[in-house]
């Protein structure tokens, strides 16, 4: 495939602007956390992370799904959907000690489970579109910093 000029014009306007981006959908991180985008092929993906050692993965894609499912209410704690800035949201904190595909080999020696997770369904022609977040939580000062920033992502801020 050939690309005219105002092809690659398009392209890196769309690169540019999205190097730009501080954090995904606005999100208003906390002082001492920052965020990073990474590159993946069918998502939008950024890890933000703080010095307290708190890292908050963000994927969003139209085929992402829903981390926080109300239908495996079973394997969580508590869960609730909730209406943020006007976009509906599913929270989830999954189970202590119940090993998900959530968790991750470099948790610091967390025991399994306690992980909260977050899900934006996005406009599109279908339900997976959904933007998400994870997060591994140590204890009450991490679920806490956790919701403040996750709790300011504004869906209709993209591209993400």
Same mark, same amino acid.
């Given at each position: ?32 956390? =920052? ?5 993946? #092929? ?6 933000? @992370? &703080?010095? /307290?050692?708190?890292?908050i993965c963000f994927e969003a894609g139209p085929n992402q799904g829903l981390w926080a499912d109300p239908r495996e209410a079973a394997k969580y704690s508590w869960h609730r959907e909730q209406e943020i800035q006007g976009h509906k949201a599913y929270f989830a904190l999954v189970r202590p000690g119940l090993k ?7 948790? =610091? ?5 306690? #992980? ?6 996005? @406009? &599109?022609? /279908? ?34």
């Amino acid at each position: 495939m050939r690309l005219t000029a105002l092809t690659f014009a398009l392209c890196a306007l769309a690169v540019a602007s999205s190097e730009n981006l501080q954090s995904p959908g606005g999100m208003r991180l906390l002082p001492g956390y =920052s965020a990073t985008r990474s590159v993946e #092929i069918d998502a939008a993906a950024w890890t933000i @992370e &703080g010095k /307290s050692g708190l890292q908050i993965c963000f994927e969003a894609g139209p085929n992402q799904g829903l981390w926080a499912d109300p239908r495996e209410a079973a394997k969580y704690s508590w869960h609730r959907e909730q209406e943020i800035q006007g976009h509906k949201a599913y929270f989830a904190l999954v189970r202590p000690g119940l090993k998900t595909q959530w968790d991750r080999d470099d948790t =610091s020696g967390l025991p399994p489970g306690n #992980i909260l997770l977050v899900t934006f369904p996005l @406009e &599109g022609a /279908s339900p997976d579109f959904t933007a998400n977040f994870s997060a591994k939580l140590a204890g009450p000062e991490d679920r806490a910093d956790a919701l403040l920033m996750i709790t300011t992502f504004d869906p209709s801020k993209r591209p993400f």
